[in-house]
C-alpha cells in the first residue's frame, strides 16, 4: 500500500516546482501593470463622468466582477480567436502567456479601478478646488496633492489585490501553461503521487503571500501620513539651514567693502 505523504518525494519535487516560479511571479507582474494603467484610466473616466466610456466602463466592471476568473480565462482563451478568425486573425500559434496576461491584467483593472476611485474620491474636493485656485492645471493638481493622499489609503486595498492575483495564477495550467501548480500536477501524473507537489506549492504559495504582505506593509509605513509628514519636517529643516548659510555668505560680503573703506580712508589720513 502507498504512503499517503512520502516526504523523500516531496524533497525531490520541491525543485522542480520551485523552478517554475519564475513564471507564475512574471504573470503576476505583467498582470499587475496593465491592471494599475487600465484602472487608472478606468478611475478617472468613472470620476470625471466621461459621456459613454463611463456607461461602457461600468458595464466592464461590473461584468469582471461578477464572473468567476476561469470562466474569464476560456473566454479570452477559446473565444478570442475565433472573434479575431471570423475578422481574418489568425492567433492560434500565439503564446499562451499572451492569454494569461489579457485575462488576468482585465481582471485586475477592473478590480483596481474601483480601489482607485475611492481612494481618490477619499480626498476632500476642496484641495482640488484650492490646487486650481493657486494656479495650477488640473493635471498638476492629481499628480502633486491628490494622487500622493489617494496612495495611502489605496496601498492596502492594492497589497491585498496583489496577494489574490498571485493566488488566481493557479488557474495558469488549465491552458496548458507550467507555472507552479501546472508542474506539481505534470509531475504528480508521471510519478502518480499528487498529494507531494500540491503540498510544496503550498509552501510556495505561503511563502511568496507572506513575503508580498510584509512588502506592501513597509510601503504602507512609507507612505504613512507620519512618515510623510517627517520627510516634509526634514525637507523644511534643510532649507532652513540652507537659507542660514546663504544669509551668512551675503552679510560676509556685505561688510568686506566697509573694511576696505575704513582703510582707505585711514590712509588718506
Known sequence: MNQLFNIELAEKYFPKILSALPTTLLIVFVATIIGLVLGALIAMIRIEKVPVLTQLSAVFVSFIRGTPILVQLFIVFYGLPEVLKMMGLDISELNKMYY????????????????IRAAILSVPEHQL??????????????LKVILPQAIQVAVPSFGTATISLLQDTSLAFTIGVLDVIGRAQALGAVTMHIFEGYVDAALIF?????????FFKWIERKTSYDAITQQSKKAISKRKNRLKTNLDHLSQETTQPVVVKTTLSEELL
Open 100 to 115: 494569461l496576461y489579457v485575462t488576468y491584467g482585465l481582471n485586475t483593472a477592473a478590480f483596481q479601478s474601483e480601489t
Open 206 to 214: 505561503i511563502v511568496c503571500s507572506i513575503l508580498l504582505e510584509l
Open 129 to 142: 478646488e484650492a490646487s486650481l485656485a493657486s494656479g495650477l492645471t488640473k493635471q498638476q493638481a492629481y
